[in-house]
């Protein structure tokens, strides 16, 4: 069975890190990176079903990412994280589901993989029941 990818780039790298790891251990290949510059250029290479983003980056923040993909990959979906409670409504034109502060880990899971298995039908496995054994690890937001 094809293992679903989430292209993810956060800027801060102990975030990165764990969330990474956590989203591996729920089933999901992840390609992980620091610099929101250096992902435009994977963006080349990489294949992916899903993109996660952190919204408060240098050079270039996770909304303006969020059109470049959205200019390369019309049909992706895009979720983004942060650590402000709210966004303007303008930096979330490109993005399919936001989750701030205060949102938990089961509820980013959720919104993956409902945006996954809409835009990419792939069969019954559930990511959501494998993420509640995670549970202890909530609330989770990004730290920036």
Not at 11 to 40: C, H, Q, T, W, Y
Request: charged share 15%; proline share 6%.
């Amino acid at each position: 069975m094809h293992k679903q990818t989430i292209f993810y780039v956060d800027d801060n790298a102990k975030s990165r890190l764990l969330l990474a790891s956590i989203l591996r251990e729920i089933g999901f290949e992840v390609i992980a990176v620091g610099d929101p510059m250096g992902a435009l250029d994977m963006l080349e290479i990489a294949t992916f079903d899903l993109v996660l983003l952190d919204y408060q980056m240098p050079k270039m923040n996770g909304a303006q990412l969020a059109k470049a993909v959205k200019g390369i990959f019309p049909g992706v979906p895009i979720v983004m994280i942060s650590g402000l409670p709210t966004l303007p409504q303008e930096e979330l034109l490109y993005v399919d589901e936001y989750c701030g502060k205060g949102a938990t880990l089961d509820e980013l899971v959720f919104a993956i993989h409902s945006l996954i298995s809409s835009s990419h039908p792939i069969g019954a496995h559930s990511v959501a029941a494998k993420a509640d054994s995670m549970s202890a690890v909530q609330p989770w937001s990004s730290s920036t």
